[in-house]
């Protein structure tokens, strides 16, 4: 059998190498049209920042080391032109030479990974406007950086546009970072992404949201810069650099012109076991159509987790070997200088645009026990349905933030209940955890929810709910601090015996600094014939995030 491989990254490469260990017999031929092959690309901005400071720690493997340990025949710098899927041939050119040549094969594979958007606006094609999507795109910016680049301009504030950011910032540039979207993170719901806005501020990055890149041009007026970065706002930023990090699209052309199926977004569309439309032509990685794990539907995750998994089951389906492609959730991690972001399954504000009911829990536990030194607090989101089915989760904050995330996209692909969150039995000692997880805390809250003893509140209920009472059952001196405009100030340890001062006949909703307090007033409330009681999710905590400025700041006086 003989097999050629289109693209030597990820995908393509973990295809390759199973392919081997299943068979060493088949001839594996892969063809990068790149010079390098089997590289860290999720290293490269690392590799920018200085923090890998040896370039060849991110070549994983040569084509050399590929023959001599898996009898590879791997060709960089081979493009594919053309895909005959009815002749089962593969047109190449040898881009040093220029000579063009045809390959056999009885199966493809196409892994031709993700291209990254380039929007069509004036300037866009001037040499020092970049992207970082290979090694080459590495060498090129750190060139730059190298020669005396003092000041940037990065737009896009996704997970790339943020590592960018940080090591631009940590070779001692001044940053710009330009964002569409109101929020940075955009696959983060807004409360989450203003712990990591603040860091990248605290940074001294200078974050521009809700506006956009509208041109380049030469020359930056002052002479100190080679460039202009003009703004959908009218700013006009002088630069040395453009990066842009506005999203990928998938890397199709070939699929397309051999008359493969493709979806609207130019996605490769596979079946259940990486196979497309075309016999004996598999499909992995960043350019195919995937199933979203948390609604069944459609989607395009460019993920390097994902892209290795379907390589590997595209390989056990050729040699026949059990399994396939499995749904994407679409866990993913950042981090901005000191603080971590995390995410898996859907966010709340997709799963309501798309009319899905759910439920939203925030929680603010420390990473480990609160008795040890060093506790840091975990801002943690838990979307799930009415039945207890998980759909997301989100984290920001420091250490920690990994394991959470993870415990929980694993709970899901499990098919787990947030009442089984609430029961795992996850590692405990004081510098690593709490008796009570928070990913158990989550558990907890969501099945109280679930059995009618909590309900929560959000910052939009405030204005739904115009006569609510609003109860801060913070201290006196934490209400002085800062407070809800009108809100009644007793603490929750007065309650009891002070009811009477609580209106009756209104709903009534109850805050504190976290949500456990405010959960025990409920209670109090509740038992006490007070029936529509609700509990701020995440307390204070989540609402001055949520919704910058409602809160009546004060300075204590002594």
Same mark, same amino acid.
């Given at each position: 059998?003989?097999?050629?491989?289109?693209?030597?990254?990820?995908?393509?490469?973990?295809?390759?190498?199973?392919?081997?260990?299943l068979?060493?017999?088949?001839?594996?031929?892969?063809?990068?049209?790149?010079?390098?092959?089997?590289?860290?690309?999720?290293?490269?901005?690392y590799?920018?920042?200085?923090?890998?400071?040896?370039r060849?720690?991110?070549?994983?493997?040569?084509?050399?080391?590929?023959? %001599?340990?898996? =009898?590879?025949? +791997?060709?960089? &710098?081979?493009?594919? *032109? @053309? !895909?005959?899927? $009815?002749? /089962?041939?593969?047109?190449?050119r040898?881009?040093?030479?220029?000579?063009?040549?045809?390959?056999?094969?009885?199966?493809?594979?196409?892994?031709?990974?993700a291209?990254?958007?380039?929007?069509?606006?004036?300037?866009?094609?001037?040499?020092a406007?970049r992207?970082?999507?290979?090694?080459?795109?590495?060498?090129?910016?750190?060139?730059?950086?190298?020669?005396? %680049?003092?000041? =940037?301009?990065? +737009?896009?504030? &996704?997970?790339?546009? *943020? @590592? !960018?950011?940080? $090591?631009? /910032?940590?070779?001692?540039?001044?940053?710009?970072?330009?964002?569409?979207?109101?929020?940075?993170?955009?696959?983060?719901?807004?409360?989450?992404a203003?712990?990591?806005?603040?860091?990248?501020?605290?940074?001294?990055?200078?974050?521009?949201?809700?506006?956009?890149?509208?041109?380049?041009?030469?020359?930056?007026?002052?002479?100190?810069?080679?460039?202009?970065?003009?703004?959908?706002?009218?700013?006009?930023?002088p630069?040395?650099?453009v *990066?842009?990090?506005?999203?990928?699209?998938?890397?199709?052309?070939?699929?397309?012109?051999?008359?493969?199926?493709?979806?609207?977004?130019?996605?490769?569309?596979?079946d259940?076991?990486?196979?497309t439309?075309?016999?004996?032509?598999?499909a992995?990685?960043?350019?195919?159509?995937?199933?979203?794990?948390?609604?069944?539907?459609?989607?395009?995750?460019?993920?390097?987790?994902?892209?290795?998994?379907?390589?590997?089951?595209a390989?056990?389906?050729?040699?026949?070997?059990?399994?396939?492609?499995?749904?994407?959730?679409?866990?993913?991690?950042?981090?901005?200088?000191?603080?971590?972001?995390?995410?898996?399954?859907?966010p709340?504000?997709?799963l309501?645009?798309a009319?899905i009911?759910?439920?939203?829990?925030?929680?603010?536990?420390?990473?480990?026990?609160?008795?040890?030194?060093?506790?840091?607090a975990?801002?943690?989101?838990?979307?799930?349905?009415?039945?207890?089915?998980?759909?997301g989760?989100?984290?920001?904050?420091?250490?920690?933030?990994?394991?959470?995330?993870?415990?929980?996209?694993?709970a899901?692909?499990a098919?787990?209940?947030?009442?089984?969150?609430?029961?795992?039995?996850?590692?405990?000692?004081?510098?690593?955890?709490?008796?009570?997880?928070?990913?158990n805390?989550?558990?907890?809250?969501?099945?109280?929810?679930?059995?009618?003893?909590l309900?929560?509140?959000h910052?939009?209920?405030?204005d739904s709910?115009?006569?609510?009472?609003?109860?801060?059952?913070?201290?006196?001196?934490?209400?002085?601090?800062?407070?809800?405009?009108?809100?009644?100030?007793?603490?929750?340890?007065?309650?009891?015996?002070?009811?009477?001062?609580?209106?009756?006949?209104?709903?009534?909703?109850?805050?504190?600094?976290?949500?456990?307090?405010?959960?025990?007033?409920?209670?109090?409330?509740?038992?006490?014939?007070?029936?529509?009681?609700?509990?701020?999710?995440?307390?204070?905590t989540?609402?001055?995030?949520?919704?910058?400025?409602?809160?009546?700041?004060?300075?204590?006086?002594?």
């Open positions: 059998m003989k097999i050629v491989v289109v693209g030597g990254v990820a995908g393509g490469m973990s295809f390759a190498a199973r392919a081997r260990r068979s060493e017999s088949a001839e594996i031929v892969v063809l990068e049209r790149d010079p390098y092959v089997s590289y860290a690309n999720c290293g490269l901005p590799h920018l920042a200085d923090e890998i400071t040896d060849s720690a991110l070549l994983l493997h040569t084509p050399a080391s590929l023959a %001599a340990a898996l =009898a590879l025949d +791997v060709r960089t &710098g081979h493009e594919v *032109l @053309e !895909v005959d899927a $009815a002749a /089962r041939r593969v047109t190449v040898e881009r040093a030479t220029g000579r063009t040549y045809t390959e056999d094969f009885d199966a493809l594979v196409l892994s031709t990974g291209a990254a958007v380039v929007p069509p606006i004036p300037g866009i094609d001037h040499p406007v992207v970082l999507r290979t090694v080459p795109d590495v060498d090129a910016l750190r060139a730059v950086v190298d020669s005396g %680049a003092r000041r =940037a301009v990065v +737009v896009g504030a &996704g997970f790339i546009g *943020l @590592e !960018v950011a940080e $090591a631009l /910032r940590h070779r001692g540039l001044e940053v710009t970072l330009v964002e569409l979207a109101e929020q940075v993170l955009p696959p983060l719901d807004p409360e989450l203003v712990t990591v806005q603040r860091e990248l501020t605290r940074h001294g990055v200078d974050v521009r949201t809700a506006t956009s890149l509208a041109g380049v041009k030469e020359g930056s007026g002052d002479g100190a810069s080679p460039l202009t970065a003009e703004l959908s706002d009218g700013a006009l930023l630069c040395d650099l *990066l842009l990090a506005v999203g990928v699209r998938p890397e199709s052309s070939l699929a397309r012109a051999a008359g493969l199926d493709v979806n609207e977004r130019g996605a490769v569309r596979v259940e076991h990486l196979l439309s075309a016999p004996g032509v598999y992995v990685g960043d350019a195919i159509e995937v199933v979203d794990a948390v609604t069944g539907a459609p989607a395009v995750v460019p993920l390097a987790g994902p892209a290795n998994r379907q390589g590997r089951a390989a056990n389906h050729l040699f026949g070997r059990p399994g396939g492609r499995m749904p994407v959730l679409g866990t993913a991690i950042v981090r901005a200088f000191g603080v971590v972001a995390a995410t898996t399954g859907r709340e504000k997709a309501r645009a009319g009911a759910c439920h939203a829990i925030h929680l603010h536990p420390g990473h480990h026990a609160g008795y040890y030194p060093g506790a840091q975990i801002h943690l989101k838990l979307v799930f349905s009415p039945d207890g089915a998980i759909l989760a989100q984290a920001t904050g420091g250490e920690g933030v990994d394991k959470r995330i993870d415990v929980i996209a694993t899901i692909r098919g787990l209940t947030v009442r089984d969150l609430a029961e795992l039995e996850l590692a405990y000692a004081p510098p690593f955890g709490s008796a009570k997880d928070p990913v805390m989550a558990g907890f809250v969501a099945s109280n929810i679930l059995d009618g003893d309900a929560v509140w910052a939009a209920d405030l709910t115009p006569d609510a009472v609003l109860l801060d059952v913070r201290s006196p001196r934490e209400h002085a601090r800062g407070h809800l405009p009108g809100a009644l100030n007793i603490a929750h340890t007065e309650l009891r015996a002070r009811l009477d001062e609580v209106p009756r006949g209104r709903p009534v909703l109850v805050h504190c600094a976290s949500g456990f307090r405010s959960y025990l007033a409920l209670r109090v409330l509740r038992q006490n014939g007070f029936d529509d009681v609700r509990s701020l999710s995440g307390g204070m989540t609402l001055r995030d949520a919704v910058p400025g409602l809160v009546v700041e004060k300075t204590e006086t002594r």
